[in-house]
């Protein structure tokens, strides 16, 4: 029956992506570099303005004729949960937002039981701005990992479960992990942000391999004129690209009906509208499951859901493998990190005096790929 209904869903995803307009955004490095000096050396806020914290909550996206649209093309009640995201938490994190002045922005990092190193590394590195109080950059900040389990669920339990006790940024949900549910990840993760972390405005959603060069990013969240529209921004495939039917990124037809997706950002990282979660979540319950997280969220539900997207050329995507001295502080996010080269890029841009792209000695190869 699905079937059929395919050429109505190619046809809408392809009209709904082409009304979208894109923008180029510029960021001046040197800026950056300035402004992360001021603030997070410093540890005092400066300048700007508090626009991302006036960001006033317009829920329902969902409007009458869209979810009349989506029943026709689905072909069951819009009341029909077909894939239901209902989450039995391991660790519920509830105290992560919990704080006493509730995070605007959070850090939402996908981690496996396993990457204790790697966590830990984000915690003395990059995901520290989320303990340094609000007065950093005038946005408060939360880190939360999220994580799923593993085959040997005892140890990998204990594990997390002291981790947890001694950082509290940790959830964890009743699930398998593995590629196929990363969907179901991104989903269970919407839920814990919609159920205990309701004072967002932006989520930056990373993975446990990504830089986040901090400074670059909240100059970013403070200067964008579309910061505050509703808008996902990150590194943008403007085509779409066709929905793989084999490999490690198939998609089943019953999945996704379509041949391509609309366009969507690299899920290494971005940054999402709070606002759009709720939404995002109802509609995911109605649709069949498909396991191609960022395509899936970022494409296809956003679409359905007329929620806007940026692309900006200082997020990165997993092509981008190497990258030049000169052009890494102005990226927001790097990816492919492993842990020792995360320390590195933390002192390439927290230490005064090592900025000069120029000192090939400075940017190690052996420890960071991405400078080979
Ligand atoms: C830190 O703040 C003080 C006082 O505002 C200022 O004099 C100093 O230059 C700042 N340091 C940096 C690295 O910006
Ligand atoms: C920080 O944001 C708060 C809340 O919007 C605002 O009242 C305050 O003036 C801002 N502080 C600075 C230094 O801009
Ligand atoms: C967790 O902590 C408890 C109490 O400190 C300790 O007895 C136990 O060995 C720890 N478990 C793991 C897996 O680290
Ligand atoms: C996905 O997670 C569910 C719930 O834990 C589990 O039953 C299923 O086996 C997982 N699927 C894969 C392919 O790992
Ligand atoms: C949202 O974007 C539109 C253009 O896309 C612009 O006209 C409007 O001013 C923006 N609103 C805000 C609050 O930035
Ligand atoms: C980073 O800087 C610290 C302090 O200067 C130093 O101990 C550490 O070795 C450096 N790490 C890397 C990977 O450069």
Not at 162 to 173: G, K, R, T
Request: glycine share 4%; hydrophobic share 40%; proline share 3%.
């Amino acid at each position: 029956m699905i079937k059929k209904k395919a050429k109505s869903i190619v046809l809408i995803l392809v009209a709904a992506s082409v009304i979208i307009t894109f923008f180029s955004v510029e960021i001046v490095s040197r800026d950056a570099f300035t402004f992360f000096k001021r603030n997070i050396l410093n540890e005092t806020f400066v300048h700007t303005s508090s626009r991302l914290l006036n960001v006033t909550p317009t829920k329902n996206l969902l409007t009458k004729s869209r979810i009349e649209s989506i029943r026709k093309i689905y072909g069951h009640s819009w009341d029909e949960v077909i894939t239901p995201y209902a989450a039995k938490y391991v660790i519920d994190g509830r105290n992560i937002c919990n704080a006493l002045s509730p995070p605007s922005l959070l850090i939402f990092v996908l981690s496996l039981p396993k990457n204790t190193e790697e966590r830990q590394a984000i915690r003395r590195t990059w995901g520290s701005v989320a303990s340094r109080g609000k007065y950093t950059f005038n946005i408060s900040t939360k880190l939360a990992f999220m994580l799923g389990r593993m085959a040997n669920e005892i140890v990998f339990d204990n594990l997390v479960y002291n981790e947890s006790a001694l950082y509290e940024d940790i959830v964890q949900i009743d699930f398998m992990e593995s590629r196929y549910n990363l969907t179901r990840k991104m989903m269970h993760g919407l839920g814990w942000i919609k159920t205990f972390c309701g004072s967002v405005s932006y989520i930056l959603k990373a993975d446990d391999d990504t830089f986040t060069n901090v400074a670059t990013m909240f100059n970013y969240l403070l200067t964008d004129s579309n910061i505050n529209n509703k808008t996902i921004h990150g590194h943008l495939y403007r085509n779409g690209g066709h929905v793989l039917r084999t490999g490690k990124y198939a998609v089943k037809k019953d999945e996704l009906p379509s041949s391509r997706y609309p366009p969507y950002v690299s899920g290494t990282a971005y940054i999402m509208p709070y606002d759009a979660i709720s939404d995002m979540l109802d509609l995911a319950e109605r649709l069949p499951y498909c396991p191609v997280d960022d395509a899936f969220m970022t494409g296809v539900l956003r679409v359905i859901l007329d929620i806007k997207i940026q692309h900006s050329e200082y997020f990165t995507d997993m092509f981008e493998r190497k990258i030049n001295p000169c052009k890494f502080y102005s990226k927001i996010a790097v990816t492919n990190i492993n842990t020792k080269c995360m320390y590195l890029l933390w002192n390439l841009t927290t230490h005064v005096g090592v900025r000069d792209c120029k000192q090939p000695k400075l940017y190690d190869k052996n420890i960071c790929s991405i400078f080979g």
